[in-house]
């Protein structure tokens, strides 16, 4: 389990300059996460690519089994 | 490289489209599998499913291949296109049926396929 907030403080690290971000706990149960971001770093980048930051961001959470699933929106400024 | 990588990594290369999941298209084992093979199944895709969940070592394997920590994952003659957040969003878009077109033509047929990957017992 993972509270939203932890998963905030580590993305707001990732992405310091991000103009949206958000997490929700789409179960309540504290497995099931919905993150959505946009940031500057996402522009020029692939779907993919920008997903592998937010992986990259969520490493330790992710490693440890904290997060069950994990759904991604992410778009850049422009 | 162990076997089982070089077993996926065969897969991932010579495959029209992989998606491995949880589960089998039959018998869908988890939410989000589902929503990346229904995408796929919406553009027209020639999916082989290669199903995770016989063994642990499948997916750390596929991960440790694909640097993508999460299930499912859809390539496209080898090329990693994403997990089903990307999937369905390039549905929606168009460019999912667009990129099959590039990839494989547009005369493909929608079809279903299991391939399994040995493990040890």
């Known amino acids: 389990m993972a509270a939203p907030q932890t998963l905030e403080a580590l993305l707001r690290d990732s992405f310091p300059d991000a103009d949206e971000l958000a997490v929700e706990d789409r179960t309540?149960?504290?497995d099931h996460f919905q993150v959505t971001i946009a940031?500057?770093?996402f522009e020029g980048l692939s779907l993919v690519e920008q997903h592998r930051l937010v992986y990259e961001a969520l490493a330790a959470p992710l490693g440890d089994g904290s997060i069950h699933e994990l759904r991604i929106k992410t778009r850049g400024l422009a | 490289m162990s076997e089982l990588r070089e077993q996926i990594k065969e897969i991932i290369e010579n495959e029209p489209v992989s998606l491995f999941m949880k589960g089998t298209p039959q018998l869908v084992m988890c939410g989000n599998s589902d929503r990346a093979l229904r995408a796929l199944r919406e553009a027209g895709a020639p999916v082989t499913a290669v199903d995770v969940?016989?063994?642990p070592q499948i997916r750390q394997e596929l991960s440790a291949l694909s640097g993508w920590p999460t299930i499912p994952q859809v390539f496209i003659k080898g090329e990693l296109v994403g997990g089903a957040d990307i999937v369905e969003e390039l549905a929606a878009s168009g460019e999912l049926r667009a990129k099959?077109?590039?990839?494989l033509g547009p005369d493909r047929e929608q079809a279903e396929?299991?391939?399994?990957?040995?493990?040890?017992?």
């Open chain 1, 28 to 30: 309540g149960g504290g």
């Open chain 2, 100 to 103: 099959l077109d590039e990839a």
């Open chain 2, 53 to 55: 969940l016989p063994d």
């Open chain 2, 113 to 121: 396929r299991t391939a399994a990957v040995a493990t040890q017992a």
């Open chain 1, 39 to 41: 940031s500057a770093r």
